[in-house]
């Protein structure tokens, strides 16, 4: 009976290894066109960063007036400090909007207590539906300190109800436990002052796990020791640095992380706020303002800047990074079926006919070719149809291919930013990256996979994620939320 | 496959051997690259302490001794780092003293011919370091008309700080860039002029068709040059909404019986924009006289009309606050809700009065 069958699974068997070998091709040939965007881009961002002074900016009574739109939830422990550094940023006509989504803890109070909350009332346009606004208040020592307390409604609703209160030309989502840089909104306004048709722009999302944090801001970048955080460190490297950087220059930043972005208020306004129904919104968001001008024949950017800097913390337990990665996958599949006329779809130019697709093929369905790639190496080997020493060289291969892209990463940085400045850090770091590929990376497989069954399933929850916090424990939601953050994906396997 | 075996079996080794190699050099080039920059930063550093301190004296008038010696010998990087260091803090005859430092150093000289270049960023970096010098070179006025938009929003900077009606005119006609950097430069830079650039401004507002009109009618808001009012009352007849809407913003600073006139009329203006714009003008004019038509535009269909009608009559005072209240008894329910906004009555007294 084996040997009967044995001609159907050799065909078989040698499809599928002839699919993954050329899924492999197409995908490193995706990098290669990747890594060469990012080093030119990188390159040229350097050369006209040189000597700049920011200082114009802030004194400039041209330079557009930004909404910071702050979600908080059950966030107590952290509000007071968190509202402090983001009030400290360096930016003229700076408004900061913390909205209270209905925390059932002391959020309100806190803030009240900290920041000498009165109520107002402000006449509001009520462009986007949202759950009702129990009340606002304004600082009477921090006048440009807005806080909206409303019902709970989602990090979406939450968000919406800030762009309705905004009066900023452009508004900037930030998640209430994240680290901005203090010149980081300077920079990242840089694309709205150079070209108009820049719809939003997001900036670097650095993890701060091991790192040391001193009044709200980051003292001292070191490397973390905790494993799970460290591979993570390099992931988002390779994501930020190579992937994000490299579509920049190809016109095709899909992502701009809910932990740090910057928007035009008009357009997000315009395409009706952030989606509530969905876990993958930050994502949303840009496919829908993207879609919007591309239906209106508009020329349109989406910018990604990469010396802009926001700090948020990496999960350090698997069972909550499989969460989070869940999250992720989840997200990016449903947006990908939400907008799926958009695939190969001429009228929507790089976006339909090359963004679309790599986002479909390269980080959707990795963990499922990659899966289906063992599976057949391993039948082959046991069939007998590829010799075993072959198949070792062919994972040696694709490990290697892994590891030019990450070390790559980590080089451009140390050329670019070189935030680490401790020479132990810069190989843990290298350390993190030659073992990541035995056991992380399956691990990542799996809990993309069981992201695209739950939402075969339909599932649409957040997860609680639990957090250390940057100085004392705390329980925070997640929603920094790099979607695709592993831009290498299958490929290296 | 099999039969393909040996074939690919040897790509696989070729391709490891590549990527070996490959991995090998990224990775020792980092660690060379990380020792190198701990120590180049540490020799850097103190170098640049040093420098930092005798360039303090010398700026001081307080300079020992072979100060500017040991200035000079220092190496390029350092000097320059040390000229944009000091320069944004610096104003007046210290920034004069820098700039003769400069010279005195060969930045100036060094930074002209990074001017003179063909290659884009180096001419970028000349231009940064001459702005920051503020140094009347001939090299930077050739740079306003320089292909790299980069280049050209630099030399604009550096334009903002000289007061020649040559430079003027050339930054007035950089309000039709093509590129949106240069642009806003320019915004910035004439803002930053003051009143010198009024006239030329004028000039370019009674001249120019469209484009370019809302950026120059942004500067002129923040001018309120009497000079404008001339070319900005045309303006408020422009065919475009949006250019009527920034000149009535800028008729809203300039003030005066006919900038009071044209607001009145536009009061009626077919677009929403405009009579939002004319609306929040009077406001801050203070023309309580006007304050029948405010209450007129609280029943306005669009949102932002009755907004800035409804705000404008609370900056009018007595006649607007009247104007308001009675709009909370009004038949039509959206300028009861709005005066109701913005009188920001609690309920038991909005309930009094409305009845």
Redesign the interface.
């Known amino acids: 009976m084996i040997e009967q069958l044995r001609p159907f699974v050799a065909t078989a068997l ?1 499809l599928l ?2 699919g993954v070998l050329v899924y492999f091709l197409i995908i490193n040939a995706a990098y290669l066109a990747l890594l060469i965007s990012a080093t030119v881009e990188m390159i040229v961002h350097k ?2 960063i ?4 920011r ?2 900016v802030l004194g ?4 557009p007036s930004i909404s910071m739109l702050a979600p908080a939830y059950n966030e107590e422990a952290t509000i007071a400090e968190s509202v402090t550094a983001l009030l400290a940023l360096h930016y003229p006509n700076l408004e900061v909007v913390v909205i209270n989504d209905g925390s059932p803890d002391g959020t309100l109070g806190v803030l009240t207590k900290r920041f000498g909350l009165q109520p107002i ?1 402000p ?1 509001v ?1 009520k462009r986007i539906e949202t759950k009702p606004v129990r009340g606002l208040y304004r600082s009477r020592s921090h006048p440009n300190l807005l806080v909206v307390d409303k019902e709970n409604g989602g990090k979406a609703d939450a968000l919406n109800v800030g762009l309705n209160m905004a009066t900023g030309d452009l508004v900037c989502v930030v998640d209430a436990d994240t680290i901005i840089e203090a010149d980081a909104l300077q920079r990242l306004a840089r694309p709205f ?4 048709d820049v719809l939003a722009a997001g900036g670097t999302i650095r993890l701060v796990n091991g790192s040391t944090v001193e009044g709200g801001r980051v003292v001292e970048a070191r490397a973390p020791r905790n494993f799970l955080a460290g591979v993570q460190v390099v992931e988002y490297f390779r994501a930020f640095l190579f992937g994000r950087l490299g579509w920049n220059r190809l016109g095709g930043n899909l992502i701009i992380s809910g932990a740090f972005g910057l928007f035009r208020r008009d357009e997000v306004i315009d395409v009706g706020g952030y989606t509530h129904d969905t876990v993958g919104e930050d994502m949303e968001l840009v496919f829908k303002l993207r879609r919007k001008a591309y239906e209106q024949r508009r020329r349109h950017s989406i910018a990604f800047v990469p010396d802009a800097v926001a700090w948020t913390e990496a999960p350090e337990t698997a069972r909550v990074l499989g969460r989070q990665r869940d999250r992720w996958h989840r997200g990016l599949f449903d947006v990908l079926w939400r907008h799926r006329t958009l695939f190969m779809n001429p009228r929507y130019g790089v976006l339909g006919l090359f963004c679309i697709p790599y986002f479909v093929f390269v980080e959707l369905l990795a963990p499922v070719v990659e899966v289906l790639g063992w599976m057949a190496l391993v039948l ?1 080997v046991s069939f007998g ?3 075993a ?2 198949a070792g ?2 994972f ?2 694709a490990y ?2 892994g ?2 892209l990450g ?2 990463a ?2 451009m940085e ?2 670019s930013f ?1 935030r680490y ?1 401790h ?1 132990r850090d ?2 843990v770091l ?1 350390a993190f990256l030659l073992v990541e590929s035995f056991g992380y990376r399956q691990l990542t497989t799996v809990w993309r996979l069981r992201g695209i069954w739950n939402f075969l399933r339909g599932r649409t929850d957040w997860g609680k994620m639990e957090r250390r916090g940057f100085a004392k424990p705390s329980l925070v939601r997640d929603s920094a939320a790099p979607l695709a953050v592993d831009a290498r994906s299958l490929g290296a396997h | 496959m099999t039969d393909t075996l040996p074939t690919f079996a040897e790509l696989c080794r070729a391709l490891l051997a590549v990527e070996s190699f490959i991995a090998v050099a990224l990775a020792s080039t980092l660690a060379v690259s990380a020792l190198y920059s701990r120590s180049r930063k540490a020799r850097v550093e103190t170098r640049l302490v040093r420098g930092r301190a005798i360039m303090a004296r010398v700026l001081a008038e307080d300079a020992r001794a072979g100060d500017l010696e040991s200035l000079t010998a220092l190496p390029w990087s350092t000097r320059i780092a040390l000229v944009l260091e000091f320069a944004p803090s610096l104003a007046g005859r210290e920034r004069e003293r820098l700039t003769n430092i400069g010279g005195t150093l060969g930045v100036v000289a060094h930074a002209e011919a990074l001017c003179r270049s063909c290659v884009w960023w180096r001419r970028l970096r000349g231009a940064r370091l001459v702005t920051a010098l503020d140094d009347d070179s001939p090299a930077m006025r050739d740079l306003l008309r320089d292909p790299s938009s980069a280049v050209r929003a630099q030399a604009l900077v550096w334009a903002a700080g000289r007061i020649d009606q040559d430079v003027i005119d050339e930054l007035v006609r950089h309000l039709v860039d093509p590129e949106r950097l240069c642009r806003f430069t320019v915004q910035d830079s004439l803002l930053r002029l003051g009143n010198p650039a009024a006239a030329a401004l004028a000039r370019f507002l009674a001249s120019a068709e469209s484009a370019g009109l809302e950026d120059g009618l942004a500067v002129a808001r923040g001018l309120a040059h009497p000079e404008l009012l001339s070319p900005v009352l045309a303006l408020a007849s422009h065919p475009s909404d949006r250019v009527r809407a920034h000149a009535i913003a800028v008729l809203g600073v300039l003030g005066g019986e006919i900038a009071v006139r044209s607001l009145g009329e536009h009061l009626l203006d077919p677009s929403p924009l405009v009579r939002a714009a004319a609306a929040r003008a009077t406001g801050e004019l203070g023309y309580w006289q006007a304050s029948s038509d405010l209450a007129r535009l609280l029943g306005d269909s669009s949102w932002p009309v009755r907004r800035e009608s409804a705000l404008a009559l609370r900056r009018l005072g007595g006649a607007g606050q009247l104007s308001l209240r009675r709009a909370l008894k009004d038949a039509n329910p959206f300028a009861a809700d709005m005066a109701r906004q913005v009188l920001d009555l609690p309920d038991p007294v909005y309930n009094r009065i409305a009845g």
Request: negative net charge; glycine residues 8%.
């Open positions: 040698r290894d002839g050369l006209r040189w000597g700049e002074s200082w114009r400039s009574a041209v330079t009332h006449i346009w002052l150079s070209d108009h082959s149809f590829l010799d020493s072959v060289l062919f040696l291969v290697g291919i590891l030019v070390t790559y980590l080089l140390e050329w070189g400045h020479l810069r190989f290298l």
